[in-house]
């Protein structure tokens, strides 16, 4: 008799993604400048973008609002955390019998060019994406150069 499955081919880079995170966690906490050491529960999906003038970042982040996310840049390194959290899950006499939503704290970083103007970095939240606008400083703007 045969039986199918659920084929997940990224499944196994996500768990041994964890599993590193999790052997080599101890060792380096706060990677990249993060003084939150937490491990990530999730991870949110992201889109990235470039036009002539900024890059821009696309993160889908349902259920969360503005206050549970931080974005902080330093170094040349922008990250954005947060936790998702679902009360509902708490309430006492409350039996689910299936979960697939992922909540816990998540965690991303992103290595940023260093031709970018960080005083103009800027986000909005709007329908559970968040859109990070990142700006690209003048003088890595193509220019054309006339002949003389």
Known sequence: MTSL????????????QRDLDALFGGFAPGRRGNTDARPAAWTPRVDLAETPDAYRIYMDLPGLSREAVTINYQDGTLTVSGERVFAERN?????????????????????????????????????????IHVPKAEESKPRRISIQ
């Open 5 to 16: 499955a659920r084929f997940y081919p990224t499944e196994d880079l996500r768990r041994l």
């Open 91 to 131: 309430r006492e006499g409350v039996t689910h019998t299936h979960i697939e939503r992922v909540g816990g704290p998540f965690f991303r970083a992103f290595t940023l060019p260093q031709a970018i103007d960080a005083a103009r970095i800027k986000a909005t939240y709007e329908d559970g994406v968040l859109t």
